[in-house]
């Protein structure tokens, strides 16, 4: 015969007049939707999940290259893995979903649609008049670093290296 303070005690914790509690959360649900039930089930919640990988890949992927300032002519893949994300993550809803593989798609549409707006709208046109290597430099008056006013005449003959900034304002 055992030796314990309760006469039903058992190793696991639970005793038959009292289960073991269990804490309900975020984490719970996370470990117990890796099950086969739980994923046949809610199969939209894996769909929400890989729309959101899609989306913040394919944002750092962009931001690498931007910061490299290597960015294509032609983003059309980019915006190309950007709607599928948008489209896993419709789908993710129209399958079903628990509520983390919600906010998880919700935000893989939000990146999978803002971004390649964001490359609509910031077309750079080059203007008509844009000056290229070789050009000779316009005329033009500013302001120097001393205050004092400066004019590209005078410049006239000689090597100099101008700086152009590539912006958009």
Same mark, same amino acid.
């Given at each position: 015969?055992?030796? &314990?303070?309760c006469?039903?005690? @058992?190793?696991?914790? #639970?005793?038959? +007049?009292? /289960?073991?509690? =269990?804490?309900?959360? $975020?984490? &719970?649900?996370?470990?117990?939707? @890796?099950?086969?039930? #739980?994923?046949? +089930?809610? /199969?939209?919640? =894996?769909?929400?999940? $890989?729309?959101?990988?899609?989306s ?16 294509p ?13 948008v ?25 999978g ?13 080059l ?43």
């Open positions: 015969m055992p030796c &314990s303070p006469p039903d005690f @058992t190793p696991g914790g #639970e005793t038959p +007049a009292r /289960p073991a509690l =269990r804490k309900k959360g $975020l984490i &719970s649900d996370l470990l117990e939707s @890796t099950t086969l039930k #739980e994923m046949k +089930a809610k /199969p939209g919640t =894996r769909i929400g999940f $890989l729309a959101l990988a899609i913040v890949g394919m944002f750092l992927i962009w931001f690498i290259i931007n910061a490299r300032v290597g960015v002519e032609d983003r059309t893949p980019f915006v190309a893995v950007w709607v599928v994300a489209i896993l993550g419709i789908s993710a809803f129209v399958r079903g979903t628990r509520w983390y593989g919600g906010v998880a798609a919700v935000l893989g549409i939000l990146i649609v803002f971004l390649p707006l964001t490359i609509a709208v910031s077309k750079q046109g203007a008509a008049d844009a000056i290229a290597v070789g050009d000779p430099l316009p005329q033009f008056e500013a302001i120097d670093e001393f205050g004092e006013s400066f004019n590209s005449e005078s410049l006239q003959g000689q090597l100099v290296l101008i700086k152009f900034f590539r912006a958009h304002w």
